[in-house]
């Protein structure tokens, strides 16, 4: 035993191990917030990952700008067929609108779940070594961004908020292996169907929709939103299409492959919705259903 | 002024490896191809070979560290295989030659070696459920390529920076 202890650098391995393993757990846990040095640490390394972004994300737009004026003239012919179709859609569309305020001021309910307020960032970094499907935005705490908040782009949602420090935030895509990632959607028709976004498929590359009613028929092409049912997004944030339907494990309910409408490949600017009506910690956050606008109500319900 | 580049160098490097991670995935013929660029480990390599091993370690503990935090929030995974790396490549260049093919294609084993253990860590933890095959061929293989076409365009210029830092110091002892 005496030559064991002499052995320092035993020693100090065996510790540096068990710190090692107590180190790896405590990170691995489901943490809401990052300790104080992480949020320096992240900080200060988002500061400079934002300097560099910027002629990065300048020159990847050159690229995507030289690839989109060699589709013009194909784009501008498929374009100028649909401008007529176009006229049409917005005239209705107007005229809906209008119709939709005139029921709000009806049944004194302006209250939406579809408004949002958005908050613009730019991806500064993502996880260079892919294994989770991360970015990491410009924008955090101090803008407004808070937990499980819906990311998009222009097409259509990319993923939620998993993590926020003053100045930065993760955001978790929706191509993730995490089970406990949902999202409420469901598929546009005339009869709505609801469902859960959970998980995705690696070989084909879509995201699978489950627990749709049986009952109710979908079909291959039609679009999925999101349904705002889940707590925290914003109602009608476009996902994807319908690529395919079966059954699930069970055959109890449908499961639908839907192929996402956002291009998950370069994302360089995004939008973070933060909901306007009240949000609930339901299906898409941490399902532990309370309320957060008002924490105290929240815990009075529960009792 | 030398004695600063190395640090800077790798900073750049640091934060340039997220911006070329926005590059991938690629498809091709509908197979997904995962490009991880592994730039810094590389130049740490290349440090721990031809300038000091010890300096090495103490810089990627230093990365380590700050890639756990920044980008993978699972503290202790980066910070321990960025010094073993750097051990190992200063360990091993003892009984070798150091001529630069050579220390490239270690370099580049190193790296395939850091991506293996990394599979098998985030599959130990359910992260991820590719299977092997699956990793070798879409992670493991197009991973190694762009790497090593990295250290081919970009190697010499690490061993000229390293080479007029270790003549430097030389000089101030002297």
């Known amino acids: 035993m005496p030559q064991f202890f002499f052995n320092k650098k035993l020693i100090l391995l065996l510790v540096g191990m068990v710190f090692l393993v107590a180190l790896i757990s405590f990170s691995l846990r489901e943490r809401t917030k990052a300790t104080l040095p992480e949020q320096i640490i992240k900080d200060t390394v988002g500061v400079a990952q934002s300097i560099v972004a910027k002629p990065a994300n300048y020159i990847t737009g050159v690229f995507n700008s030289i690839d989109s004026l060699l589709n013009t003239y194909e784009e501008n012919k498929r374009l100028k067929a649909r401008l007529e179709e176009f006229a049409a859609v917005q005239a209705e569309a107007s005229d809906l609108k209008s119709e939709i305020k005139k029921f709000q001021e009806l049944t004194d309910k302006s209250e939406s779940l579809k408004a949002y307020d958005p908050i613009h960032a730019t991806v500064i970094a993502r996880n260079p070594d892919q294994w989770e499907e991360k970015i990491i935005l410009d924008k955090g705490s101090s803008h407004g961004v808070e937990k499980n908040m819906a990311v998009m782009t222009a097409k259509g949602l990319v993923g939620k908020v998993t993590l926020v420090t003053p100045f930065t935030s993760e955001v978790e895509l929706l191509y993730t292996n995490n089970p406990n990632y949902r999202v409420s959607a469901m598929v546009q028709g005339d009869k709505q169907a609801y469902g859960l976004i959970e998980g995705y498929d690696k070989e084909r590359n879509e995201l699978i929709m489950k627990r749709i009613d049986s009952s109710l028929t979908v079909k291959k092409g039609q679009q999925v939103v999101s349904s705002g049912l889940g707590g925290i997004f914003p109602k009608n944030v476009p996902i994807g299409e319908i690529t395919e339907v079966s059954t699930d494990d069970f055959g109890l309910t449908k499961m639908a492959y839907v192929k996402p409408s956002a291009d998950f490949s370069i994302l360089d600017y995004v939008v973070i919705a933060k909901r306007s009506a009240t949000v609930i910690d339901g299906s898409d956050g941490n399902t532990s259903n309370e309320d957060l606008s008002h924490p105290q109500k929240g815990k009075e319900g529960a009792k | ?174």
């Open chain 2, 1 to 174: 002024m030398v004695r600063f580049l190395i640090p800077t160098v790798a900073v750049l490097l640091f934060l340039l490896e997220p911006e070329f991670a926005m590059l991938s995935p690629i498809e091709v013929k509908g197979q997904v191809y995962y490009l991880v660029p592994r730039f810094l480990i590389l130049y740490l390599i290349f440090i721990s070979i031809y300038y000091s091993r010890q300096r090495a370690v103490m810089y990627g503990l230093f990365f380590g560290v700050l890639y756990d935090v920044f980008y993978i929030d699972i503290i202790g995974l980066y910070s321990v295989l960025f010094p073993l790396i750097c051990f190992l490549a200063g360990s091993i260049v003892k009984v070798i030659h150091q001529h630069l093919v050579v220390t490239t294609t270690i370099s580049v084993v190193l790296v395939a070696i850091l991506e293996f253990i990394l599979y098998q860590f985030f599959y130990l933890i359910d992260f991820t459920t590719i299977p092997l095959s699956d990793f070798l061929l879409s992670r493991l293989l197009p991973t190694i390529i762009a790497n090593a076409l990295f250290l081919m365009i970009l190697g010499w210029a690490f061993k000229y920076l390293i080479n007029a830092r270790v003549l430097q110091r030389a000089r101030e002892v002297s």
